[in-house]
């Protein structure tokens, strides 16, 4: 119970902390080179790649299984 | 869907699906611009993977189309095909010195008389659509996969629910996943298996303030069924004698937590530059714990033009059965495979884009090609290792690729 | 007892960090304002276009569905103009240089004004990108549209020839 307090609290704290971003403001984060995968196919060869290399998996969603490489 | 025949010794390499990556949950559009534009985006990829020694060679296809249905519905489907050849490493061996040998199948005679003139010939096809749906404040996506190759048939499920708050400064990301797998090994119908995958994630992503941007995920999976790999062989020995050889026998069930941070942020006094750091923690019931961590720099420098170098570190350590050569002839799980070793790789890579805009005011066009050096060393492990040189390698990789919006 | 309020503090925290201003609203006089124009030429006030049916867009060069709509709103410009109707763009770029390139892309007829800081985008609460009012001949909103996507024309020139008409 007290993990999910001190989560709890953080993340109160991270996202209060944050500062208003009005939508007008949001020009920076609208950027091609600023969203999470700025080159989907690439990733998706580079994290195929890594994945039949590497034991280590997940973290990024997408159909997770389907994988015999591992 | 038509693919090659056949193999003598292959390893899985080409079983995983990639395509997944079009349907990562993330930060929606919508958050940043209002309703999203219905367009149609068409994207095709070449890929190619070389690694060090001759081993395995692939030269991957790819091609992805969606379209809008509606006013709040966009499908898409990508299609891929991967074109394997080459050897993977079999066994490892003691020689009379006693050091470690790694044995790599391209060495057998049958591979001579393959298809390709090497050991592994193989080809993978695969389909993934999916649907999503978009709310005012969220969107759902269902998305499936089937793939299949000589060998082995994957099919999955899946879907990932968005929901943005907090005037969508805050998305949250719910998924899951299942996948159902069947391994036929060439040659050896004895091992033939299936294999149930499921997967959950949980997410948040943050917009910090006009410049930065944090997400943090956590994934769950859980697999059950044939995980070992039929097409390698454990060779024990006592004393330094060979005793004998058995082949690669691991659990039949593995749990896998994963923890991905992902930090992106903006420089406008440097060009609208952008820097991207993400860090993973992953740990599974088979005792590996591996850390990833990745940094890249996004310059745009002018005309639509621009430059993505970035770095990657990873590093493992080794599964609770792992064992370079058997020596217990009593362990119920055993694998000498070097995907299971405690090992490091450092990788640099360099990403180039030339995106045309205005060609008409809605026509869109990218140029993307990338290259990549990966190498893996049992030195680069944090913390060291002294396991030796034996199962070092590296790889290239290059993509080059074009997206079409309209 | 004192735990178990957390979870309140925590939600009215978050409660907290909403906005404030108080919205322009459907029925509403549009909030008055001069502007000076994108190129620096002159500036434009609300007030000199009474009897005139106003779309008033706020855009920037970065948002995605502002470039389905430029071409559009151009052609219902160009369409209505003769019976009293006139899109007014407001640009809320900091870098005015983007804006410019952009309108270069796709050039329009319609008087486009400058709103670097966004003063009026936040008086008259700007919730996404687009966001555009229409402003009938006596300088009263009648209709707020969030976004835009290209099907969205039709029901924008129903509303405006209607209010035209009265």
């Known amino acids: 119970m007290k993990a999910y307090y001190a989560i709890l609290l953080i993340t109160t704290v991270v996202l209060t902390g944050c500062t208003e971003v009005l939508p007008r403001q949001r020009g920076a984060l609208a950027l091609p080179q600023m969203a999470l995968t700025p080159d989907p196919l690439e990733f998706g060869f580079r994290q195929h790649t890594a994945f039949s290399k590497e034991a280590a998996g997940g973290g990024y969603g997408g159909g997770g299984g389907g994988c015999g490489c591992n | 869907m038509g693919w090659y025949v056949s193999s003598q010794d292959k390893s899985n390499f080409v079983a995983c699906l990639s395509v997944a990556a079009l349907a990562l949950p993330g930060l929606m559009q919508t958050?940043?611009?209002?309703?999203?534009?219905?367009?149609?985006?068409?994207?095709?990829?070449?890929g190619h993977y070389s690694e060090s020694s001759s081993r395995i060679d692939v030269n991957t296809y790819e091609g992805a189309l969606s379209a809008p249905i509606g006013k709040s519905m966009t499908a898409s489907v990508s299609l891929v095909r991967d074109i394997v050849t080459g050897a993977s490493p079999k066994h490892n061996e003691l020689d009379s010195q006693g050091s470690i040998k790694q044995i790599v199948s391209g060495a057998s005679k049958k591979a001579l008389s393959s298809?390709?003139?090497?050991?592994?010939?193989?080809?993978?096809?695969?389909?993934?659509?999916?649907?999503?749906?978009?709310?005012?404040?969220?969107?759902?996506?269902?998305?499936?996969?089937?793939?299949?190759?000589?060998?082995?048939?994957?099919?999955?499920?899946?879907?990932?629910?968005?929901?943005?708050?907090?005037?969508?400064?805050?998305?949250?990301?719910?998924?899951v996943s299942l996948a159902f797998d069947e391994i036929n090994p060439t040659d050896r119908p004895a091992l033939k298996g299936s294999k149930t995958s499921q997967q959950y994630l949980l997410g948040v992503s943050q917009v910090i303030n006009k410049d930065t941007l944090l997400l943090s995920n956590v994934t769950f999976a859980h697999n059950t069924g044939y995980m070992s790999d039929p097409y390698k062989l454990v060779f024990f020995y006592d004393n330094g004698m060979f005793v004998d050889f058995r082949p690669d026998t691991r659990p039949r069930e593995k749990f896998q937590f994963a923890w991905l941070t992902q930090y992106v942020r903006h420089f406008g006094d440097l060009n609208?530059?952008?820097?991207?750091?993400?860090?993973?923690?992953?740990?599974?019931?088979?005792?590996?714990?591996?850390?990833?961590?990745?940094?890249s720099w996004h310059q745009p420098v002018g005309d639509g033009w621009q430059i993505a170098p970035r770095v990657r570190y990873y590093s493992q350590d080794q599964a609770d059965f792992y064992q370079e050569?058997?020596?217990?002839?009593?362990?119920?799980?055993?694998?000498?495979?070097?995907?299971?070793?405690g090992?490091?790789?450092?990788?640099?890579?360099?990403?180039?884009?030339?995106?045309?805009?205005?060609?008409?005011?809605?026509?869109?066009?990218?140029?993307?090609?990338?290259?990549?050096?990966?190498?893996?060393?049992?030195?680069?492990?944090?913390?060291?290792?002294?396991?030796?040189?034996?199962?070092?390698?590296?790889?290239?990789?290059i993509t080059g690729s074009f997206n079409l919006r309209f | 007892m004192k735990t178990k309020k957390m979870p309140l503090l925590a939600l009215a925290m978050l409660a907290s960090t909403t906005f404030n201003a108080d919205a322009t609203e459907v029925g509403q006089p549009a909030p008055q304002f001069t502007?000076?124009?994108?190129?620096?030429?002159?500036?434009m006030a609300l007030k000199d276009k009474v009897g005139k049916v106003i779309y008033l867009d706020f855009w920037a060069s970065w948002c995605a569905p502002c470039r389905t709509s430029f071409p559009l709103l151009n052609k219902l410009h160009e369409k209505l103009k003769a019976q009293g109707f006139e899109v007014v763009g407001v640009n809320l770029d900091e870098d005015k240089a983007k804006a410019e390139k952009f309108l270069q892309e796709i050039p329009v007829n319609f008087t486009v004004l400058h709103d670097g800081k966004g003063e009026w985008a936040d008086q008259y609460v700007v919730e996404s990108m687009p966001t555009s009012f229409i402003i009938d001949k006596q300088g009263v909103v009648q209709h707020i549209h969030h976004g835009f996507t290209a099907s969205d024309i039709d029901e924008l020139e129903q509303k405006v020839t209607q209010l035209l008409a009265k």
């Open chain 2, 272 to 295: 609208d530059a952008a820097l991207h750091i993400d860090y993973r923690f992953s740990t599974d019931s088979w005792g590996v714990n591996a850390h990833t961590a990745e940094l």
């Open chain 3, 35 to 43: 502007l000076p124009t994108l190129q620096q030429g002159q500036s």
């Open chain 2, 115 to 175: 298809e390709c003139g090497r050991s592994i010939c193989d080809s993978r096809d695969g389909i993934t659509p999916s649907v999503t749906y978009f709310f005012d404040n969220g969107s759902i996506n269902l998305n499936g996969g089937f793939s299949r190759e000589n060998d082995y048939t994957s099919r999955y499920v899946g879907t990932t629910i968005s929901k943005e708050f907090n005037k969508k400064l805050t998305t949250a990301n719910f998924g």
């Open chain 2, 343 to 397: 090992f490091g790789a450092v990788s640099a890579g360099l990403h180039v884009s030339k995106e045309i805009a205005g060609l008409t005011p809605l026509t869109h066009l990218k140029f993307q090609v990338g290259g990549e050096y990966y190498n893996h060393s049992a030195s680069y492990q944090l913390g060291g290792n002294n396991a030796g040189d034996f199962a070092d390698f590296s790889y290239y990789l």
């Open chain 2, 325 to 341: 050569v058997g020596t217990d002839l009593q362990a119920k799980y055993y694998s000498s495979d070097y995907r299971l070793a």
């Open chain 2, 31 to 46: 958050a940043l611009a209002g309703r999203v534009e219905e367009t149609y985006n068409a994207d095709f990829q070449y």
